[in-house]
């Protein structure tokens, strides 16, 4: 009869022999070396930003628009900030962040 053992079987644990547990801790293994690595990719990665730059996100008619200029341009835009009506709150910020004076030629 096919069924002769399942009582047996069912009513003792698992065992987990040499096999098994080799397979669980090379997986785990795995995965503590994949989480130091993406940990460290993490870290490492990315841009450094520049003091000098001004950087506004704001809504545009297609979406979200951003507005980044660094340098001597950054400041000319924090100097005369007239073309920008709509998002002058944050580019003042910006530009305070960036040490720029803002509206110094209007």
């Known amino acids: 009869m096919i069924m002769q053992d399942r009582a047996r079987r069912q009513s003792e644990p698992l065992r987990w022999g040499r096999r098994e547990k080799a397979a669980v801790s090379a997986a785990l293994g795995c995965l503590i070396a994949a989480m130091i690595a993406l940990g460290a990719y993490g ?7 520049r003091k000098d730059c001004i950087d ?51």
């Open 56 to 106: 506004v996100t704001f809504a545009s008619t297609v979406g979200g628009a951003t507005l980044h200029a660094c340098g001597a341009r950054a400041r000319a835009i924090c100097a005369s900030p007239a073309g920008y009506k709509g998002v002058q709150g944050q580019l003042k910020a910006s530009c305070r962040r960036a040490g720029f004076a803002f509206g110094a030629r209007s």
């Open 43 to 49: 870290l490492s990665s990315g841009s450094r930003t």
